[in-house]
């Protein structure tokens, strides 16, 4: 089983697009690059890895796609369109033409408006991604799983995962939040298509994670999704504020380490090697 870590970024603060980066932070505000996520591939045994937008900009997707060409292990990049502006469309079109270009993400959590992705001049967009045949990344917080139900019920053809399960409020548990967390991941999971990345849990949890603090989100997506829905992916070096790469992957491991091993293929390369036609 060639192991795949479905979601991962590469940047160079100095390119000036990434907005929402602090400045001078230690971990973010420094570059990443194919070699730096090198060690961590070859200590887990990663062998393939798709690479995702971190900056609301065409130019960012053109970079990704050039660091893709050269990198070996980099077998898809999920870029980034204004879905403000219509003639991106054929700017889209273009990507789909590259071999490793798969789809796109908005970045949902950044915009202040919760009913962006509902407004119908944004539209064109996700059908576009269903006529192109390409994939939707949904980053969001549980305060965005309705709209999400939404827009996935309006395009049942569009394949569409949810990036880090929604971003629980892992760091502030309670009951409350995580019942609402739960339902409404269940009623996406039940109700629509979309797959889920088992990714972002421990930055939500803050850098004293445990994984008995992440084990009931986790086994809330598994009992939801089912492995055969559920993508492992590391957020590095986003995960870098709460873990480095290896433990993160580590602790998937045990958390799911009683699934039988096809499910275990599933969650860690099944599932994202057929959302993203990565063979």
């Known amino acids: 089983m060639d192991l795949v870590d479905a ?8 390119r000036g697009d990434y907005v929402w980066m602090p400045q001078d932070h230690p971990v973010l505000s420094r570059p990443y ?7 961590a591939l070859a ?3 990663v062998k393939w890895t798709v690479l ?16 893709a060409d050269a990198s070996e292990h980099v077998a898809a990049v999920v870029g980034w369109i204004d879905f403000e502006r219509p003639a991106d469309l054929e700017t889209l079109r273009r990507f789909a033409d590259h071999p490793k270009f798969v789809g796109v993400r908005p970045m949902i959590q950044d915009i202040p408006d919760d009913h962006w992705m509902l407004r119908e001049d944004v539209q064109w967009a996700f059908q576009a991604i269903v006529d192109l045949d390409l ?15 939404t827009i996935l019920t309006r395009y049942p053809g569009m394949r569409a995962v949810l990036d880090h399960c929604l971003k629980p409020d892992i ?3 309670s009951t409350e939040n995580f019942a609402e967390w739960a339902d409404g991941m269940a009623r996406i999971a039940d109700e629509t298509r979309a797959c889920c990345k088992l990714s972002g849990l421990v930055t939500e949890a803050g850098p004293h994670w445990r994984e ?26 986003v995960c870098r504020l709460a873990s480095e790469y290896e433990a993160w992957h580590t602790a998937a491991v045990a958390m799911t380490d009683h699934l039988n091993d096809d499910d275990k293929a599933a969650v860690f390369a099944g ?3 057929q959302f993203y036609r990565l063979m």
């Not at 986790?218 to 089912?226: P, T």
């Open 135 to 149: 994939t939707f990344d949904a980053l969001g917080f549980p305060r965005h799983l309705a709209n999400f139900h």
């Open 33 to 39: 690059a194919p070699h730096d996520l090198a060690p």
């Open 43 to 45: 200590a887990t045994g």
């Open 212 to 237: 008995a603090d992440l084990k009931p989100y986790v086994d809330h997506v598994l009992k939801v999704f089912g492995p055969k829905r559920l993508m492992w992916g590391s957020d590095w070096p």
């Open 171 to 173: 760091a502030h548990h």
């Open 271 to 273: 599932t994202a090697t």
């Open 7 to 14: 979601h991962h970024h590469f940047w160079h603060p100095a």
């Open 52 to 67: 995702v937008q971190a900056a609301p900009s065409v130019a960012e997707t053109e970079y990704l796609l050039g660091l």
